[in-house]
Structure formats: C-alpha cells, structure tokens
C-alpha cells in the first residue's frame, strides 16, 4: 500500500510526491534534516529535534518552513494517515528551487519534505545479537554538527561496512573515532566507565545521546565526555551507539576486535532499557 507523503503543504500518494530539479537540495545538498522516532503511534523527544533543527537552519542562514507547532502537526498527521505504529518520521528542509547558483538566491521558499517509515525499533534483532563495526577515516566536512542533507561520506562508509561483511562503520580522524555513519558512538572501560566524545563540530550533537546521558547520571553510572582512540575501542569491555531510529546499540565487534563475549554486555543493555524507559515516558 502506498504511503501518504507531504511536499510542501500538500499530503498526497508517494508516487504522486514531485520536487523541483532546481531545488537545492537536491542540486547542492543545501538542506536539513531530522529524524524523530515514533513508539505507539506517538513522537520520542520530538521538541528537542525540533530545537535541533532550528539550530542547523540558523546556522545555515535558512529560512524555516513553519513553527514547531505547524511541524509537529504535520508529523502528527503523517502518523495518523499511514497508522504508523513504531518507525521514524523524516522531515527535510532545503533552501528552495531556484537557477542553479552557488550563491544563495535573493528569493526563494523553503521546501518541508516530511514521511513516515516503519521499523521495528524495539524488538530489532540487531539490538539483541549486537552489531559489527569496521573503522575508516573521517572524510566528511568540518561542520558535522549541522544535520545537513550531505550524507555522501556516511553513505560510502556503511556500503564498504557491508562489503566488509560489517553492520557499520566508525569514523577515525586525528587518531580518535569521531562517531558512527549515522550514530553516536560509546565505549565501556575495564573499570565500568562509560567514554563518548565531546560535543564540537567534530560530531553531530545526538539527541539520543543527550537522552543517554541524563539517564546514565540518573542511574549513577560514570560517564566522561572525551574523545577515545581505536586502540582504547578494541580494548573495550563493552561498546554501544546511540541514534533516533536504534536508540541504543551494542556493538559487538570492531574491526578484528571481539568485545568481552561478542555478546551485547550489561551496561548497553541496562543503558538500552533505562533509553527505552524514558523514551516511552516521553512520548507525545
Ligand atoms: N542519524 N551522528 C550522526 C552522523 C547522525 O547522522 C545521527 C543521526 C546521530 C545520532 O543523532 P540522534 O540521536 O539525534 O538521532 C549521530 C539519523 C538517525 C539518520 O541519519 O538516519
């Protein structure tokens, strides 16, 4: 059956969904993005992406489409239209269509691409085995903190993951992983400490990561934000990532590196369900 998509104040059938070839997103990747999970049929932290989403535009000198209520209302409604249940709601904001020039048009509308997609997030297999991960370099720009729409790098690292017989890739840049294709990536020391990286552009601010950390203080766990080497990620007891559409992932293996028992270790799993907790509490 085929999706209700919305384009830009119009919901109507995915094969009826038609964009400019002169909007620059797709000419220039001059476009955001955000990707809000939904559990029973409601939104997981959805303000906060929202507030996220506001950032990348001013960043960017980009007009916003509509208000959060305006936003939300329309994800609302995707939701109700394709009975969405447990998935991910997209939404996509570019510059506009204009004449293709590098510089950015004196006049030009915003365009609001917003669908739903359904996964399994809970229950995915992946969550219960755990993933693989492969190291590659960081090839991506120096502005990893905007979610923009220029996902090239990502794209290319988690084909050659796939090729390697990987689930994933973890990003290496001046001798410390920055994060993961699409995630925020985790460690758990020998003595229980739980590393991720601290926030600069070097990385995208994760909103499951922030989620994680205010759960992780809750719970009593140490976490410490600095960056970690691949060295100190083989050496790890235990490894996890975080992302709106996996919430939170144990990673089982990097590169030729077995974590502990290549089995998802208990501080993902506790870290995992303390996330999922808080994400069914949170959602509207
Ligand atoms: N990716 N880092 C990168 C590079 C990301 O693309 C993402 C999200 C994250 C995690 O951010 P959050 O917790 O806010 O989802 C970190 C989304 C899910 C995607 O591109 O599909």
Request: hydrophobic residues 45%; negative net charge.
């Amino acid at each position: 059956m085929s999706r209700t998509v919305y384009v830009n104040g119009d919901y109507v059938a995915e094969q009826d969904a038609k964009i400019s070839i002169f909007d620059r997103g797709f000419l220039f990747a001059d476009g955001v993005y955000e990707v809000s999970s939904v559990l029973g049929g409601k939104l997981v932290d959805n303000a906060a992406h929202l507030a996220r989403l506001d950032r990348s535009l001013n960043e960017l000198n980009m007009a916003a489409p509509a208000d959060h209520a305006g936003i939300t209302g329309i994800q609302k409604e995707l939701i109700r239209r394709n009975g969405l249940t447990e998935g991910v709601v997209y939404l996509q904001v570019t510059r506009g269509a204009a004449d293709r020039d590098f510089n950015f048009p004196e006049v030009a509308e915003p365009s609001l691409v917003m669908f739903t997609q359904e996964k399994n997030i809970l229950e995915a297999p992946t969550a219960a085995r755990g993933i693989t991960v492969i190291t590659l370099p960081d090839i991506r720009w120096q502005r990893r903190d905007i979610k923009t729409v220029g996902l090239l790098p990502a794209s290319l690292a988690k084909q050659t993951a796939k090729e390697r017989g990987a689930d994933d890739a973890w990003m290496i840049e001046d001798g410390h992983i920055t994060e993961g294709t699409s995630n925020n990536a985790f460690i758990v020391t020998d003595n229980g400490d739980i590393i991720t990286r601290q926030l600069s552009n070097s990385i995208l601010h994760g909103i499951t990561r922030k989620a994680v950390l205010k759960v992780v203080a809750e719970a009593g766990l140490t976490l410490v934000e600095r960056a970690f080497t691949p060295d100190e990620a083989y050496a790890a007891r235990e490894a996890f990532s975080t992302s709106a559409s996996s919430f939170v992932m144990p990673v089982v293996k990097i590169d030729d590196h077995i974590l502990g028992n290549g089995v998802p270790g208990p501080v993902a799993q506790k870290v995992r369900a303390l996330y999922v907790e808080e994400a069914l509490k949170s959602a509207v």
